[in-house]
């Protein structure tokens, strides 16, 4: 009933391989074996013997046991869950107004900026938006507040913010500063 209920838990993404099953306790060769298979052993209502502990912790197989299915089939589940690739989501961090812009020696075009909501960060990506238009997606090269390098600029502050490698900022275009989430997916 284990078996049965382990493999039907498969999905296109992962799958779960039942290499053996056994009665008794939890031997030796079953370690072995998990061991070159580099696997799991899962024990229901049986412990290991002697040998078979001796030889899963000088192997360095993880053994789990379990008394109740369910906990064994959460435990399954959880493992596959974590070998799934996680997705991420965009989140938009903020926004910054062009008031100015000034051509800066070595750094090219810096705008003058006023950030309107949120705060723009010197890690994050940037999309710099003209009249509903993106017209660029990049990095950002610096971020200052009056003469100093800063990591971040929260809401109702003035800053000068380098886009790299993009030189075309103008005044009245909005820079939106996001960056990427990770979603842990579930089965």
Not at 84 to 103: D, I, M, Q, S, Y
Not at 114 to 125: N, W
Request: charged content about 30%.
């Amino acid at each position: 009933a284990l078996k049965q209920s382990v493999e039907q838990m498969s999905t296109d993404e992962v799958k779960v391989n039942v290499i053996h099953v056994g009665v008794g306790a939890v031997s030796e060769s079953d370690v072995m074996l998990a061991s070159a298979s580099n696997a799991v052993v899962i024990g229901f209502n049986v412990r290991p013997d002697a040998s078979g502990a001796a030889s899963a912790e000088a192997e360095g197989v993880d053994v789990r046991l379990y008394r109740v299915i369910y906990e064994a089939l959460d435990d399954v589940k959880k493992a596959m869950e974590g070998l799934l690739e996680p997705e991420f989501r965009e989140v938009v961090l903020g926004h910054a107004e062009v008031r100015a812009t000034f051509k800066v020696p070595k750094a090219g075009m810096v705008a003058g900026s006023y950030v309107t909501d949120g705060k723009i960060l010197r890690s994050a990506r940037v999309r710099v938006v003209r009249d509903g238009t993106i017209v660029f997606d990049g990095k950002l090269a610096s971020l200052r507040r009056f003469k100093d390098d800063v990591r971040e600029v929260a809401a109702g502050f003035e800053c000068g913010i380098g886009v790299e490698n993009w030189n075309d900022v103008r005044e009245g275009d909005t820079i939106e500063a996001y960056g990427k989430e990770e979603v842990k997916r579930t089965l």
